[in-house]
């Protein structure tokens, strides 16, 4: 009987599934709550029972209410008890509960790693399928680090369907324990060409993610990605690649040309609007990072702003978005192509669809003009009057304040207007920008001079309406417009007209409703208004108004001491005890006015946000001395440079001496130097050049100097934004037959020259200058400010950790942690153990050993390298990518004859490891199998190459020469010049894309012990050769080497240059300026260099096959030249190398001591080579279609010959 | 030159207008109204929070991975949201660890911008501020009574998150064969189960939904091994609400949608 109840009442439990529980909620709409808290009680129950079923049943309920917002991190052990469940039912039920609700600081998520680790290598694919995509919600540091092995061998698993999971949870493992990378990274490359399309799809998404957060590391992928881009025909893949690409491009320029064909005949061919958009993107990508180098890209720009245009006009909306957002990144660099479709634009602005309009909002930028903007404004205005929702209106509002303020008030011809604009915006309410609003307001009327009578009126205004101070109730922030309209009312009170009734705006009751600032800012420009008063009385010798006013002020005053705000009580209660001293002074006739408006004299001027960072501290003034020993340790560092630039205006910052013990203020200063130095949040500041050329060394004053830029613009006088519109085609039209007068204005002004503002002129490039002169005052900057700092990279990056070199060959260290038993891990690796037996035996298979070792080391060295070439080759070549398989001349002599020496080497280790168990070989007899061995593989590599070398010809012996006489290390790098800190070395290369370019790689090294910075390099231009220097600055202008040098660094830096005619060679001459700076200071220093371009380095390394270089001689257009070098002792073999590497060429073919060698320059050039070589001497026989590159190329190379 | 363009007899196709006003009928668009409702226990799916016995307070934010709004996360893909037409939730997969009640702000936010768009406007939506800064973007489709929403970054790419979203829907049509509403509330799990099969960790796993639908069979084959009992109930056919009805079919991206959604429109 008590059985049979027990057992209903589990079957009743058992029987609540997870459907029944829905139901049951769905039944209890009126108390929901209670019946789930209901059912919470009964799946604690269920959970306490020993049957799993019961259990797994209970959990996935529990999944649901988690859904519902209900926090079951409680079950969390509960959950575990399920995941571990045998039936694969269950286990799901519990990695899905677990995957819901648990993450990093889950506290039983450590008793997974062992069930999970059975799971992976469960024999059932879906058990193991089902572990990885739980893991991957919830996986930890310590899941990663513990788990990636086991991973890692999925990721080979038979099963393609345990393979893609394996591969896409490799990237979380990645992330949460980035030093998993590199020795898996090997594997998942495999991956990308992997049978099947899924596995496949799964790496090139995980390498295109880890790609696109440090692209650099994965440039060498690149041209594996090409291969799958022009070979795949998934989709979803090739818009993963495509996208990648847009990731790499702004590194490799090169491969961005490469890029460009292939994807325009993508956009061309394809009909995927997916694909056809992000192929789109990433050619805007490619133009982008390319900034002139291609002559035809104006061609593709073309063809993506009209597959743009046809996606915007589609009626589908989503093609619509995407087209608009496109845009605006085309808008960035290519604004012209844009402002084409304008009309375009503007329609979407009247879409009906929020997104659109938004995204139209971001062209919008870009599309105003001088003479548009009003129009354009206008139009957004009736677009704030119709919006509706608050978002889309804050969003015209910022907008409008964006495209009008953009570029320092570049398009603004009328700033009258703007002001108008600026009032007409603080009508509408419920607005979240006020603050913006205000703070355009205040920059206009500091900026802009002229303006301020007009925008001083306005202002007036908008303190006199109430409707401003109401909204101050409610939640928007318009009211903030206010601090701006009381702060230029105070400020330029002489402007205003009426300033008795300002005043008494300003003193209303209400005022007191507004926030604490706004009244703050009130009190204090109530008493620079009450001093502009009390001046205009007393000059009119009014006492008696001036009295009133004084008594007004007494009056009203007293309503701000009662401020709940700080600040607002503070000011006033100051003022009032102020004000009533001016009072008795006055009962007494004593004139004040002068006095009381000496508080507020002087003008202010407006100041750069970034000025107070870039003052260069001054030399002689340390920082980091104590002015005063401190007293205890709470006082804090950072507050030093505060007292001491705490005045408003740094310049009377006066120095202070530092103080006593010099040893321990030495070692403290070295001490904090170090601190910084470390501390990548520091920025590092130095004395500017200049400072030095200053006379005294105890400067007591932080110089600031104005950089005052201002801008003639003129306006006439009228009010209301409307009608300006309607004025500005007459006005335009009056100022052009106004011009001549305007001109002599001009001068007069400049005449009586502002005190602080010189004016410059700028043309305005549709001409349109006004008639009421207007100056924009730029942002003061102190001299000698510190170049901007580059946001450095958030170090809270997560991705920051992968930034990992990939090509960099795996040390042995490098592996994933492998489970072992706790007794073998007291024992060293395997590996180890296997030497020590060895070495018990004998000696010789360790030394062995160690030379195998050291191939392998040389093998990976050699891998890298080859790497490195591969991808410039594969860069270097024109688009179809055909591999350079079987002939690769051109480095080949210098570079493959070595590979292939070590490749043969290769693989006797292998072989010399197997006879290792036999009897070691002579040292002899192995060399010469080393040697046959490295003949086969040889002519294994090369088989369509001529018939091979006869046996007994000076071939083999030359190879054996070669072996003995291993070729001198090679650099193309040449030195430029050097002094004591600098050493500069450079290296010319040219490229058969551009014809007229050539690109010089400068490597730069710090011999000194100074830090090197501010590199500049510039040269005088020839008529042949320019440097190409950045869009915009002239050809006086340096062009700035991207890095600094820290001692004993070198890095190389590549400049480009323009080349008219290319068969000459020429010097250019140049200078290269630094700032050195060390512990005693820094200087200013320079190396002058002279930059030769000799004719060879026009010359490009191509491939010639030897029945086309037949046809090249017989075709006889070829001119001749030839020269003899005599006295040479090198070997033959290693005298072409030298000319290959040297000169650029390459061996077309080569018969005993006789070689046909060509190359080709720049500009198409071919270049063809006899080489003969006699006892003791070389001739060299040329052709070549310019008979003065070829003489000059010759010269060139009886130098070189002459060395050897 | 470069390849013949296998996918490329999939033409875009022309928009059609909506068919049947009941199916695809725009959504209440009282935002306020709709979000009281969800929250005030009348009848919504909202909890009071004083009655409901929990671990720890709401008001003790959770330790540990609570990432703060803007901040990159580790999945491409942020999240997955089901709800419908009135904001209760049908389904919710987060990438990104976020607490319950973060969770439940953010369906609502979420569900708040998404309702009061109209029917005939774009699916993309940024703003969401919940779940991270400007890199993402909401991304969903609306289909019948529900929406589906996914949150991503800036790595996928929007069209083919919109074919993914379509992918799923028709991969829980041929599922559950014609998939509604219901299908969803009382068998969430399920769901779980097949998007686990298409995402994974926020990234996309699988597109081909015949492999999707083969690896769902072998999974259920398995568990009826299991257990003898079958799961699936079919009372509530008669009621349905097709979430597939009625919907026009549009694909950017992969031609296995394609031909799958011409089957689909010729068994509709």
């Not at chain 1, 209410?65 to 575990?80: E, H, P, R, T, V």
């Not at chain 1, 995980?206 to 790609?211: G, K, P, Q, S, W």
């Not at chain 1, 900034?291 to 009626?315: F, T, W, Y």
């Not at chain 1, 619509?320 to 990144?329: E, I």
């Amino acid at each position: 009987m008590a059985l049979k109840m027990v057992k209903g009442s589990i079957d009743r439990m058992f029987d609540k599934n997870l459907q029944d529980l829905v139901r049951g909620i769905r039944n209890h709409k009126e108390d929901e709550a209670k019946y789930i808290s209901q059912c919470i009680d009964e799946i604690k129950q269920e959970l306490k029972q020993d049957n799993i079923a019961v259990k797994a049943n209970a959990v996935c309920k529990l999944t649901y209410l988690q859904m519902l917002g209900y926090d079951i991190s409680w079950a969390a052990f509960n959950i575990i008890e399920v995941m571990s469940a045998s039936k694969f039912t269950f286990k799901r039920i519990g990695y899905l509960a677990a995957s819901q609700c648990f993450h990093e600081g889950t506290d039983v998520i450590m008793l997974t790693t062992n069930q999970i680790r059975k799971d992976l290598s469960s024999p059932s694919q879906y058990d193991t399928g089902v572990a990885l995509t739980g893991l991957s919600c919830f996986v930890t540091p310590d899941l990663a680090r513990d788990l990636a092995n086991d991973i890692m061998t999925l990721m080979s698993h038979t099963k393609p369907y345990i393979r893609k999971k394996a591969v896409l949870i490799m990237y979380k493992v990645f992330l949460k324990y980035p030093e998993s990378l590199r020795p898996a990274f090997p594997r998942l490359k495999e991956k990308l060409e992997d049978p099947d399309p899924g596995v496949q799809s799964a790496a090139v998404n995980v390498i295109c993610e880890l790609a696109r957060r440090n692209p650099k590391n994965y440039l060498s992928l690149a041209p594996l990605f090409f291969k799958l881009m022009t070979s795949s025909t998934n989709n979803w893949v090739l818009i993963k690649i495509i996208k990648l690409f847009g990731a790499l491009t702004p590194l490799e320029p090169r491969l961005g040309k490469k890029l460009i064909e292939p994807l325009t005949n993508l956009i061309h061919s394809t009909s995927a609007m997916s694909l056809l958009y992000e192929c789109v993107n990433t050619v805007i990508a490619v133009l982008i990072s390319l900034s002139s180098g291609m002559p035809n890209h104006s061609a593709s720009i073309q063809l993506c702003v009209q597959k743009l245009r046809i996606l915007i006009e589609d009626s589908d909306q989503n093609l619509k978005y995407l087209g608009l957002l496109a845009m605006s990144k085309i808008l960035r660099t290519h604004p012209k192509s844009v402002q084409a479709h304008k009309d375009l634009v503007l329609q979407c602005l009247d879409d009906k669809d929020e997104s659109i309009r938004l995204r139209a909002l971001d062209l919008l930028y870009g599309m105003v003009s001088k003479k548009n903007l009003m129009e354009i404004v206008k139009k957004l205005m009736t677009h704030v009057d119709k919006a509706e929702g608050t978002t889309y209106r804050d969003e015209l509002l910022t907008k409008i304040i964006d495209i009008c303020s953009q570029s320092n008030y570049q398009h603004i011809t009328n700033f009258e207007w703007y002001i108008s604009i600026l009032v007409e915006l603080t009508r509408l309410e419920g607005t979240r920008h006020g603050h913006l609003i205000a703070a355009q307001m205040l920059d206009v009327a500091i900026r802009v001079k002229a303006i301020r009578r007009f925008a001083v009126s306005q202002m007036s205004t908008l303190l006199d309406s109430a409707h401003l101070v109401a909204s101050s109730t409610q939640r928007s922030s318009i009211c903030e417009v206010l601090y701006a309209a009381a702060w230029i009312c105070g400020e330029f009170s002489e402007h205003l007209q009426e300033p008795q009734q300002t005043l008494e705006a300003m003193l209303r009751p209400k005022v007191t409703t507004l926030p604490g600032h706004i009244q703050a800012v009130y009190v204090q420009n109530v008493v620079k208004l009450y001093a502009a008063i009390l001046q205009q009385k007393e000059q009119a010798a009014d006492a008696q108004a001036a009295q009133e006013v004084t008594q007004l002020l007494v009056e009203r005053l007293p309503q701000f001491v009662q401020s709940a705000d700080l600040e607002a009580q503070e000011r006033a209660s100051c003022i009032l005890q102020l004000v009533k001293h001016v009072q008795k002074l006055q009962a007494r006739d004593v004139p004040v006015a002068e006095e009381v408006s000496a508080l507020f004299a002087g003008e202010l001027n407006p100041v750069a946000p970034k000025a107070q960072k870039k003052v260069p501290v001054p030399e002689g003034l340390d920082l980091d001395a104590w002015i005063n020993e401190p007293l205890s340790d709470s006082e804090s560092e950072d507050e030093k440079p505060k007292a001491i630039f705490h005045d408003e205006e740094p310049r009377h910052a006066k120095q202070r001496p530092p103080e006593a013990d010099e040893q321990e203020l030495a070692r403290r200063r070295e001490a904090r130097k170090q601190e910084q130095a470390n501390n990548p949040f520091y920025i590092k500041s130095s004395p500017s050049p200049q400072k030095r050329y200053q006379d005294a060394p105890g400067v007591d004053h932080i110089p600031v100097v104005q950089i005052d830029l201002s801008v003639p613009l003129k306006v006439p006088g009228m009010p209301m934004s409307d009608q300006y519109v309607k004025l500005e085609e007459e006005r335009r039209h009056r100022q052009r037959l106004e011009k001549d007068k305007r001109k002599r204005k001009k001068r007069e002004r400049e005449r009586r020259g502002a005190r602080r503002h010189t004016s410059l002129h700028t043309e305005s490039d549709e001409d349109i200058t006004p008639a009421q002169r207007v100056d924009i005052v730029t942002e003061e900057m102190p001299e000698n400010a510190l170049p901007s700092d580059e946001d450095d990279k958030d170090p809270n990056d997560p991705y920051r950790a992968l930034d990992i070199d990939l090509d960099k060959p795996l040390a042995d260290s490098e592996k994933l942690p492998v489970q072992k038993h706790r007794d073998t891990e007291t024992s060293k690796s395997p590996e180890r153990q296997d030497v020590t037996v060895v070495e018990k035996k004998s000696k010789k298979p360790k030394r062995k050993e160690k030379k195998q070792k050291e191939k392998e080391r040389e093998k990976k060295k050699k891998k890298e390298a080859e790497k490195g070439v591969d991808l410039d080759f594969w860069l270097s070549t024109t688009p179809p990518a055909a591999t350079p398989a079987p002939e690769e001349p051109g480095v080949n002599a210098a570079v493959t004859a070595p590979k292939e020496e070590r490749r043969g080497e290769e693989q006797d280790a292998g072989e010399d490891a197997e006879q290792d168990l036999e009897k070691k070989p002579s040292e002899q007899k192995k060399k010469k199998h080393k040697k046959d061995k490295g003949e086969r593989s040889k002519d294994k590599k090369r088989p369509k190459k001529r018939a091979p070398p006869r046996e007994g010809d000076a071939e083999p012996v030359q190879n054996g020469a070669l072996r003995e006489e291993p070729l001198p290390p090679m650099s193309s790098y040449s030195l430029l010049a050097e002094n004591s800190y600098i050493k500069m070395t450079y290296d010319v290369q040219g490229s058969l894309q551009k014809d007229s370019q050539v690109t010089v790689s400068m490597v730069l090294e710090n011999q000194s012990s100074s830090f090197l910075k501010n590199m500049e390099l510039n040269v005088l231009d020839s008529l042949n050769a320019r440097l190409a220097r950045p869009e915009g600055s002239s050809v006086h202008d340096g062009v700035p080497v991207p890095f600094q040098l820290p001692p004993g660094i070198s890095n190389e830096a590549q400049f480009v240059f323009t080349i008219q005619s290319i068969v000459t060679a020429q010097k250019l001459k140049g200078t290269l300026s630094f700032i050195a700076k060390n512990d005693e200071g820094s200087t200013h220093e320079k190396l002058d260099f002279k930059l030769h371009f000799t004719c060879t380095s026009y010359l490009v390394t191509t491939p010639c096959y030897s029945d086309a270089f037949a046809k090249l001689l017989e075709s006889g257009d070829l001119s001749m030249s030839s020269v003899k070098v005599d006295g040479i002792s090198m070997s033959f073999q290693n005298l072409l190398a030298k000319i290959c590497f040297h000169h650029h060429f390459s061996v077309v073919e080569r018969v005993d001591s006789c070689a046909s060698m060509y190359s080709r320059s720049i500009q198409g050039h071919h270049v063809c080579l006899l080489v003969k070589k006699g006892e003791k001497s070389v001739s060299v026989d040329g052709k070549c279609s310019d008979s003065t590159l070829l003489s000059n190329v010759l010269e060139e190379m009886k130098e070189t010959l002459a060395k050897c | 030159m470069l390849r013949a363009p296998a996918w490329s007899c999939f033409r875009f196709p022309p928009r059609r207008p909506r068919p049947g006003p009941a199916l695809s009928k725009p959504c209440p668009a009282a935002p306020g109204g709709a979000r009281a409702r969800a929250c005030a226990g009348g009848g919504g799916w909202g909890r009071i929070a004083s009655e409901i016995p929990r671990r720890g307070s709401c008001a003790r934010p959770r330790p540990g991975p609570q990432l703060p709004p803007g901040r990159p996360g580790s999945a491409m893909i942020k999240a997955i949201l089901i709800f419908n037409n009135h904001g209760k939730p049908r389904l919710s997969k987060f990438y990104q660890p976020y607490s319950e009640d973060t969770q439940q702000q953010i369906i609502r936010e979420t569900f708040h911008l998404v309702s009061k768009r109209d029917e005939n406007v774009c699916n993309f939506l940024e703003g969401g501020l919940l779940i991270g800064g400007s890199d993402n973007k909401l991304i969903y489709r609306h289909y019948a009574t529900l929406y589906f929403v996914f949150c991503v970054d800036s790595s996928e790419s929007e069209l083919g998150i919109l074919d993914l979203i379509q992918v799923f829907v028709e991969t829980l049509d041929k599922c559950f064969e014609n998939v509604c509403e219901l299908d969803l509330i009382f068998h969430v799990d399920k769901v779980h189960n097949i998007l686990a099969e298409m995402v994974m960790g926020g990234m996309v796993l699988e597109t081909n939904m015949n492999e999707i639908v083969t690896q769902i069979d072998a999974q259920n084959k398995l568990e009826k091994s299991e257990s003898g009992r079958s799961e699936i109930r079919n009372q509530f056919r008669s009621t349905k609400v097709k979430v597939l009805a009625g919907q026009e079919l549009q694909s950017y991206n992969c031609k296995e949608l394609n031909s799958a959604s011409g089957e689909l429109r010729r068994g509709l």
